[in-house]
């Protein structure tokens, strides 16, 4: 590769075709790469084709940021190389090219971008001038789902202190000291770390950057780990989660750079054991902070033989009551309003199983109707509440757009206990941390962003963008996902 022809205004997202090197736009930006795939696979009408044209048909492209090569024949990534090694010759390239040539141009426009940015990221607060200290995530293509989720995590302040606080894995020493590094499928998974690239990215969110941090090497360990997230293509934030909160948990398990962290856990004294629930193995912060128990109580409605059964979790998901689903806004007045309340005690009323859902009765030795009731046994320190906005028809997956009206200050689940007598007046009451918020018609489609509380200050994150925000605008927000804090001091805000 001798040289790169740029045909694309955009310089977002760029993508070098390896059959004639020019370099468009990815499909997340204005989709130039693609359609020159696609251009070229129209057959020539006044031409005969030659086998030789049959070949080349500009299949395979580049990312010139992350060094990642896709098929779009395939529809996927490329791990392999050729004989003569020319893919890995092309990274070389794009890797000199950006190491010396666009080098010094790179820095003193990134100066200019950071002191012309600086204005408008100062604020009035209290008369004073200060800055905004909040960074943005870059979006790699269709991960809006995972910034949102970084980002609320982020702003959970015990959870994020904890990552923090890790040591380091030691840096890469040698040939490879200080060179970028660019992942690929082949790699064996022992080679990845989603504790380290996670403590990483939640190090770089609260520096006062004024330019957007990259998760690339976070967003690989994810495509290493968990293959439901590999690609691109839009995902649900809420599933992306609980994969990053359960493996995590995983890893928190084993050592961490000679380090256990179940020492860690034991000394802050923050996280006492009666704060612990256990999933899965041995307590870690995530079981810490965000594990709670349910008791699952069942019925047998022909014998009346109890069952009661503990199940611990990590978030709960709720049903938006079915005759609240056409209320889409929070002004329209077509019926009553829905509220978290109405969610919360939809999951929690006792619910007659139906014909599909029979109980194993032990008593009657078969199948019988019954019905089944929740109660919350432990409360989490952290509850992470999702409202269940996507359901599955005969043929496709739709989305409840109902507004459901939440409280800023003061959620109180003391109702919701199995036990409300044995916890104190404050330790049932929940204060708002951040919203993930879905906008668009499909889980396979649309945006989502959050927001998320920061030193008594709301901010609204949209992928690379970070802007201040008010309560009022937050309240009308369309919550999809939930995190309350537990309350620890007295305030003067009234409950739910």
């Known amino acids: 590769l001798v040289l790169l022809i740029f045909l694309c205004r955009s310089n977002k997202s760029p993508w070098v075709c390896l059959t004639c090197s020019s370099v468009h736009c990815g499909r997340y930006v204005n989709g130039h790469a693609k359609k020159h795939y696609e251009d070229a696979q129209i057959p020539m009408t006044n031409h005969k084709k030659t086998e030789k044209q049959d070949k080349v048909q500009h299949t395979v492209c580049m990312d010139c940021s992350s060094y990642s090569t896709y098929c779009y024949r395939c529809d996927d990534f490329v791990v ?187 000394e802050n004294s923050s996280l006492s054991a009666s704060n612990k629930c256990c999933i899965n193995g041995a307590s870690t912060v995530v079981t810490a902070i965000f594990g709670g128990i349910l008791q699952n109580e069942v019925n047998c409605l022909i014998c ?48 007659e199983l139906d014909e599909t859902e029979l109980y194993m009765c032990h008593k009657c030795k078969k199948k019988q109707k019954s019905t089944k009731k929740f109660w919350i046994q432990k409360l989490p320190k952290v509850l992470c509440l999702h409202l269940k906005r996507f359901h599955w028809t005969a043929y496709l997956r739709n989305k409840v757009d109902t507004y459901v009206e939440f409280p800023l200050r003061g959620l109180d689940m003391k109702c919701y206990l199995l036990e409300p007598e044995n916890s104190g007046p404050e330790s049932c009451l929940y204060d708002l941390a951040a919203v993930v918020v879905h906008h668009g018609s499909g889980v396979g489609s649309g945006h989502y962003t959050a927001y998320a509380a920061h030193e008594g200050r709301w901010f609204h994150f949209n992928d690379s963008t970070v802007t201040l925000t008010d309560e009022e605008t937050v309240v009308k927000a369309k919550a999809y996902i939930l995190f309350y804090v537990e309350r620890q001091a007295k305030s003067g805000s009234d409950k739910l």
């Not at 978030?315 to 009551?321: G, R």
């Open 80 to 266: 392999n190389d050729t004989k003569l090694g020319l893919v890995q010759k092309v990274r070389e390239h794009l890797q000199n090219l950006e190491n010396s040539a666009f080098t010094s141009d790179r820095h003193r426009k990134r100066k200019l971008l950071e002191n012309s940015s600086l204005n408008s990221k100062l604020l009035k607060v209290n008369g004073s001038t200060t800055a905004l200290c909040a960074t943005g995530l870059r979006n790699l293509g269709n991960t809006c789902f995972m910034n949102a989720i970084l980002q609320s995590l982020s702003n959970i302040q015990q959870f994020c202190c904890y990552f923090k606080e890790l040591p380091a894995v030691e840096l890469r020493n040698g040939k490879t000291a200080g060179r970028r590094t660019y992942h690929t499928r082949s790699q064996g998974d022992n080679n990845v770390s989603l504790v380290e690239e996670f403590r990483k990215t939640l190090c770089a969110l609260w520096q006062g950057s004024q330019t957007a941090f990259s998760p690339e090497s976070l967003f690989y360990v994810v495509w290493k780990i968990m293959p439901n997230f590999r690609g691109y293509q839009q995902q649900d934030a809420h599933e992306f989660m609980r994969y990053l909160l359960d493996h995590l948990h995983l890893e928190l398990q084993g050592g961490f750079n000679g380090v256990s962290r179940s020492v860690i856990l034991q």
């Open 304 to 351: 009346g033989t109890e069952s009661r059964k503990f199940d611990p979790f990590l978030d709960l998901s709720l049903d938006i009551p079915s005759q609240f689903r056409n209320k889409r806004t929070k002004n329209q007045e077509n019926g009553p309003m829905c509220t978290l309340r109405d969610c919360l005690r939809s999951f929690t009323d006792l619910e």
